[in-house]
């Protein structure tokens, strides 16, 4: 649980545009490399989808998750289909934007809770169309409603998960980190746990998150002591500890490389609170 919570906790979402689409029987798409996460809810008719070489179908009232980054080919299956596409950007922060869906574990295809999905994405074509100046305001809110209807495992049920996930063994080593924050072991010894080569491991890191296996436990660390500094008032080195590096001067020097101020003054910038 407290592994799934921080990368909640180091979401960022940000809504893009939405349109409602009529496509044809000629209607193609191919080897598309997506800019940006897509959602495409299937009011009427159905699709042929292959993202990233694994084929999926689309049905009507279905709903399909199209992460960024991911290559795309499709077609319909019926001689007209109707569609709400929406677009957004997602990305969890200590990832590169590297594969915030894969974190999760999200299917591509989405059968089940259809009418809240559809509910909420007509809300927002309603939304999109105002004039309204602070329409933006509520579609970024609708979006974190929308992630947070994709996150509820309810929510894909009975539904296959997409065929092309992190590699199982990234995921394990993840896992192991994030459960273990008091500790910083060796990339030797994360290689160990899931039995591959340091060089094996690293390869794996790259191409699954855009990082070294190193950079990435910098960057979670990091990610864990803001959540600290700004729940509680312990001392730097104190928290530095609770994330596993007994150096307190090293700590600071990395909290400041990777988020550009020093532990205090992030603390003072976002933790302050003025008593009434």
Known sequence: MAAYQLFVESLQVRFLHIQRYSLDAHWRI????????VVWYVDK???????NGSPYTCGEGELCLLPDQSVLNGSPLTGEVRLISLNFDAEILFLNRRGWAQAFQLPVIYKSAAADFNLLLNEMLHQS???DPLSSL???SQMLRMLHLLLQPGAYENTELPARGWDSRVHTVIHHL???????????????WVQLSESHLRKLFIRETGQ???????????????KLLLQSSKP??????EVGITDPNYFSRLFKLETGIAPQSYRKQYAETVFI
Do not use: C, W, Y
């Not at 191919?30 to 996460?37: A, E, G, K, Y």
């Not at 008719?45 to 993202?51: H, K």
């Not at 436990?217 to 990091?222: C, G, S, T």
């Not at 730097?236 to 500890?241: L, R, T, V």
């Open 30 to 37: 191919r080897d598309r490399i997506l800019n940006h996460s």
């Open 45 to 51: 008719g159905s699709l042929r989808l292959t993202l």
């Open 129 to 131: 169309a105002s004039a």
């Open 138 to 140: 509520l579609l970024q």
């Open 178 to 192: 994030l459960s273990r924050p008091h500790l910083t072991p060796k990339v030797s010894e994360l290689a160990e």
């Open 212 to 226: 070294a296996p190193l950079q990435f436990m910098h960057r979670l660390k990091v990610e864990q002591a803001k």
């Open 236 to 241: 730097i080195a104190e928290i530095a500890g």
